[in-house]
Antibody
Framework: EVQLRESGGTLVRPGGSLRLSCAVSGFTFSSYWMHWVRQAPGKGLVWVSRISSDGGSTSHADSVKGRFTISRDNAKNTLFLEMNSLRTEDTAVYFC???????????????????WGKGTTVTVPS | DIQMTQSPSTLSASVGDRVTITCRASQSISSWLAWYQQKPGKAPILLIYKASNLQSGVPSRFSGTGSGTEFTLTISSLQPDDFATYYCQRYNSYPYTFGQGTKLEIK
């Protein structure tokens, strides 16, 4: 069974740092791109970051660029999100998600999120 | 960034109804669109990918159509388990963006 389990969420002061983890099982982690998505209380889903299967390529949303870093340890089947300079607006449930792909012969690969973890809560109080 | 707009924001319907949710992109995204269902306190579940492909294990009453800038998610006959919030999401380029969500409520 494919499973993703996030951990590391907690209450942290503004300006503080936190590292989230996502431990996976049930599939070959090193073959898949991975994503982080967050959801503020009562709000919609917001994509945060993605990383390629080998960790060599990453992207981040503008709202977290320069503050958050996505990484992975394929030997330990674990995805990470390093969060620095935290702000009140970073308060959210953070989900990790597996990236599956479609392939277009002309334009290449496109990655959607097919399996999600249950999320971990980060609170940055005002 | 390409923006995604869903309508309606809230939809009231009854068990057995046929319902349609619309998602519009601010520019063409070809068919690189996914639909997710989310219930309160739970993770999203993938329903549809590449605009019209049903994810394995998802009931066939769910279907998706569209390409370019306009997309629809249809539930052919609402079941009690379908009352939830639905999101569209484009994945043609980064940063990915989601629609604001459509809350499907029991009438």
């Amino acid at each position: 069974e494919v499973q993703l389990r996030e951990s590391g969420g907690t209450l942290v002061r503004p300006g503080g740092s936190l590292r989230l983890s996502c431990a996976v099982s049930g599939f070959t982690f090193s073959s898949y791109w991975m994503h982080w998505v967050r959801q503020a209380p009562g709000k919609g889903l917001v994509w945060v970051s993605r990383i390629s299967s080998d960790g060599g390529s990453t992207s981040h949303a503008d709202s977290v660029k320069g503050r958050f870093t996505i990484s992975r340890d394929n030997a330990k089947n674990t995805l990470f999100l390093e969060m620095n300079s935290l702000r009140t607006e970073d308060t959210a449930v953070y989900f990790c998600a597996r990236g599956n792909y479609n392939y277009d012969i002309l334009t290449g690969y496109y990655y959607y999120m097919d399996v999600w973890g249950k999320g971990t809560t980060v609170t940055v109080p005002s | 960034d390409i923006q995604m707009t869903q309508s309606p924001s809230t939809l009231s319907a009854s068990v057995g109804d046929r319902v349609t949710i619309t998602c519009r992109a601010s520019q063409s995204i070809s068919s690189w669109l996914a639909w997710y269902q989310q219930k309160p306190g739970k993770a999203p579940i993938l329903l549809i990918y590449k605009a019209s492909n049903l994810q394995s294990g998802v009931p066939s009453r769910f279907s998706g159509t569209g390409s370019g800038t306009e997309f629809t998610l249809t539930i052919s006959s609402l079941q009690p388990d379908d009352f939830a919030t639905y999101y569209c999401q484009r994945y043609n380029s980064y940063p990915y963006t989601f629609g604001q969500g459509t809350k499907l409520e029991i009438k």
